[in-house]
């Protein structure tokens, strides 16, 4: 596990805050925002930046907004914008009427860039793209200055002026600040401020046909916001001094940009175009398929957004990049669903299993616990009756010595139920499939405990066959088989890392019937089996359920010794 297992620490930004509070850099006021692009749907990234910016603002006595980067028309969509506000929500934060769009300055920004043009800090370029590129120079070599760098003001606004009227076509001009073509920081060699792009926005129309680049657009959209700090990934610290740049020149309020390392999980893609790719691809089913690290997808999977919040404060804040362990991600909803999740009988391959000396036809109902964790969770009722379904798998015809489940002259404990003892396995004459078990059962045995001290080492879950419900279940298992799914051979790319067999059916699951009234987003353990959820793909014919997380690991520790000696053992004999 990567992440610290400490309380929550007072990172490298609280403690910048914490300055800023005491030397009243901004009067006192914390104010950050979290400013998505709208090209995509939000993942687990997303869901740290998220945490920290809302969470910065709560525990300072702040305020964070949301706003929308949306200065790219042609990769954005109002499904996005949806969905983003959707899952910030669900992830427990609120905007309240601070819901912003960078699309909401264009004016504002225009009319600032017109300001730079006169100040003589920004000309109208006639270079291509790909020239510019040429001239931009490397890291080791300055750049070559455009032969429109000296083009007079007057010019420039005309120029500027007609591109804004729609008088040329895309990629005839851009207007560049006029900085330093020698500069150390390509950032700073007369980066682009506006482009020509003769394209619908989902929010201005045919409004513009000039749109910002993310460097002008960003920082004055978080100086417009009087934000104060302004929190971003490490990739945009050579960016930094040009958001100071484009303020200073302007003499405009100025907030502070900080960088942080990104989330890295480990299995797991986590960049919206690739992402985009995996959809677009058909790898799943849409942007919430449960295997997505999207917020989406783990909302669809079962994770709870405290599970996320928690996640989010155990990885921390630091500015080293790092890949966390999807490990922990499991772990932090496994400990919320042990805690909070109603626990119920369910079988995923079902055995049937006739309790010979049970009346033909009693029912009884016996009480079951809902969640040892939490008393006050109460019990419920489940039926029993003679015939019954137990798990394929937990019985055995040649068991070892130390198989404490189900075999023939075995006898073992229904949880909640009685004690049965296996009395005859009845097979397909012709494939030798075990096709159901006869059983006896003691009725001095009920709730599970003999009145002779008799003791049985194996539980086992069932369901009554008369009163189960049917239902789909669905495992999956990470999307990448490597843990970095970068790691790929020349001339492939992630997509060949990605895993063949992360999704697995089950068709035929009985289930006990208070899961009948079950919705969708309904949590449960299914005892012994791991953490589900119902999935949206439910409806009243058909019941659909996501796995979402495996038992804890000590029982999976606990089963994999034992079945390493059964199978050392049933080796041997
Ligand atoms: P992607 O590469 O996935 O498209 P992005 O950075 O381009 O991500 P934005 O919509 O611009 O996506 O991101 C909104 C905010 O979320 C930004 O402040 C960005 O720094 C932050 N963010 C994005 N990905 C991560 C991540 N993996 N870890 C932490 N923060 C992230
Ligand atoms: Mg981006």
């Known amino acids: 596990m990567t992440a610290n297992d400490s309380a929550p620490s007072a990172h490298f930004i609280k403690k910048i805050i914490e300055d800023d509070l005491e030397t009243n850099k901004y009067d006192g006021r914390v104010m950050t925002r979290f400013p998505p692009e709208p090209n995509g749907y939000l993942h687990i990234g997303h869901a740290k930046s998220i945490c920290l910016n809302f969470g910065l603002a709560k525990e300072y006595r702040g305020l964070c907004n949301l706003r929308f980067d949306d200065t790219n028309p042609t990769k954005e969509e109002v499904e996005y914008v949806e969905s983003i506000k959707e ?37 109208v370029d006639s270079l291509s793209a790909e020239e510019i590129k040429e001239y931009r120079g490397t890291l080791t070599e300055p750049g070559k200055e455009s032969p429109h760098r000296n083009r007079p003001v007057e010019e420039n606004l005309d120029l500027f002026e007609r591109m804004r009227a729609g008088e040329f076509e895309d990629g005839t001009y851009v207007l560049r600040a006029k900085i330093d073509m020698a500069s150390g920081n390509l950032n700073m060699r007369d980066p682009v401020m506006y482009r020509i792009l003769h394209a619908e926005h989902h ?64 299995h797991t893609v986590m960049s919206k175009r690739k992402l985009l790719r995996l959809v677009q691809d058909d790898h799943v089913s849409g942007w919430d398929d449960p295997r997505m690290p999207t917020i989406s ?14 996640f989010c404060e155990r990885i921390g804040v630091a500015r080293k990049d790092s890949v966390v362990d999807i490990k922990l991600l499991e772990y932090c909803i496994r400990e919320d669903l042990n805690k909070h999740a109603p626990r119920v009988l369910g079988v995923l391959r079902p055995l049937r299993l006739i309790i010979d000396n049970y ?49 023939p002259g075995r006898e073992v404990r229904l949880r909640y139920g009685y004690y049965i003892t296996c009395v005859d396995v009845v097979k397909d004459d012709k494939t030798g499939e075990v096709l159901e078990l006869r059983c006896t059962y003691d009725p001095e045995t009920r709730g599970g405990w003999s009145q002779d001290g008799r003791k049985v080492r194996g539980t086992l879950h069932w369901v009554s066959a008369a009163h189960a419900i049917d239902a789909e279940v669905r495992f999956y298992d990470h999307l990448f088989l490597k843990s970095n799914p970068e790691e ?78 059964v199978g050392r053992i049933g080796h041997r004999a």
């Open 488 to 565: 790929v051979a020349d001339g492939v790319d992630f997509q060949s890392n990605i895993n063949p067999n992360s999704l697995e059916i089950l068709k035929s699951c009985k289930l006990e019937p208070s899961l009948a009234q079950a919705t969708p987003g309904s949590r449960y353990q299914f005892e012994r089996l791991g953490y589900f959820s119902v999935d949206t793909d439910s409806s009243e014919e058909k019941l659909v359920f996501n796995r979402t997380v495996s038992l804890r690991d000590t029982w999976a520790k606990i089963e994999k010794k034992q079945q390493a000696e």
């Open 359 to 407: 009346p033909e036809d009693q029912v009884e109902e016996l009480e079951a616990i809902n969640n040892p964790e939490d008393p006050s969770m109460g019990t419920r009722m489940v039926p029993c009756s003679r015939v019954l379904y137990i798990e394929r798998e937990d019985f055995r015809e040649d068991a070892p010595k130390k198989w404490f489940r189900l075999a």
């Open 203 to 266: 929010r201005t129309g045919d409004k513009w046909c000039l749109y910002p680049l993310y460097d002008w657009a960003h920082g004055l959209s978080d100086s417009i916001e009087g934000i104060t700090h302004s929190i971003c990934t490490l990739e945009f610290e050579d960016h930094r001094p040009l958001y100071d740049w484009f303020l200073e020149q302007l003499k405009v309020y100025q907030p502070q940009q900080i960088e942080f390392a990104r989330l890295n999980l480990t």
């Open 87 to 123: 899952d910030v929500r669900w992830l427990g934060f609120d905007w309240d009427d601070r819901l912003y769009y960078a699309s909401d300055y264009f004016e504002q920004l225009y009319q600032y860039a017109m300001q730079l043009i006169k100040a003589n800090k920004a000309y």
């Open 297 to 310: 997808g783990l909302r669809r999977r079962g994770y709870t957004p405290e599970s996320i919040r928690e």
